[in-house]
């Protein structure tokens, strides 16, 4: 039962474009949705987050989308720069002390 | 600031080995976490806190177990250790966050391989 789902396992970009990365949910009492950068033998770390009651919150270079009705966000990132790679996960939670869920990654390749 | 700090970042056991994973945070938050990683796959929640002498099971809490004896501290025991424990395991904590909704913060990882 995948309530988080990343469909794309990679995605490679040129330098300079942009670099959008998706993930759909099932679960409607999801109220935050969050992204992590994860390096190679590094932990997860925070990017951009998003409530429910938004559909869009940008952070300098990354944006992150919301389509409440469609189950359905998305990362962009413009433009995309070679330290941009790494893996993305998507992650949700209902909120308060409720277990975040997180999805399965997609790992990031950003071509100079 | 050191964060979440886990030890030690590498290990490997033997079948029926038993061992304490340590993770320790200096932010003064109440949640913390354990998750593991398996190659492909997404974060599973091994087992959570919400404050010192609470505990619960998260998604795949078999042949764990867990204790919060303070809010700094959150370690996590193999009793027995299984083949089908070989993963990548990251502690995380973080802030109750009472108007936002507060992140997660982790840690660098333990990689554990049972052979």
């Known amino acids: 039962d995948q309530q988080v789902k990343q469909n794309s396992p990679s995605l490679s970009v040129q330098e300079g474009r942009i670099s959008i990365l998706n993930c759909d949910y099932t679960n409607s009492m999801f109220d935050y949705f969050l992204w992590y950068k994860k390096y190679p033998a590094e932990g997860p770390t925070f990017l951009i987050s998003?409530?429910?009651?938004?559909d869009k919150n940008e952070d300098g270079r990354f944006t992150v989308f919301l389509n409440k009705s469609a189950k359905h966000l998305s990362l962009h990132i413009v433009p995309s720069q070679p330290g941009d790679s790494a893996v993305y996960f998507c992650a949700a939670t209902p909120g308060g002390y409720q277990k975040v869920t997180f999805g399965t990654g997609t790992k990031l390749q950003v071509i100079p | 600031n050191a964060g979440v700090t886990q030890t030690p970042k590498f290990r490997i056991l033997k079948i029926g080995q038993s061992m304490t994973l340590q993770c320790t945070q200096d932010?003064?938050?109440?949640?913390m976490y354990w998750y593991r990683q398996d190659p492909g796959m997404g974060l599973k929640l091994i087992y959570y806190s919400v404050g010192a002498g609470i505990t619960d099971k998260g998604e795949v809490p078999n042949g764990y177990n867990v204790s919060r004896s303070t809010t700094e501290d959150f370690p996590l025991r193999l009793e027995l250790a299984a083949p089908s424990q070989t993963s990548v395991y990251f502690c995380a904590s973080r802030d109750r966050g009472r108007l936002v909704y507060q992140p997660q913060h982790f840690g660098d990882g333990t990689r554990l391989s049972i052979l």
């Open positions: 932010m003064n938050h109440n949640y």
């Open positions: 998003i409530s429910s009651i938004k």
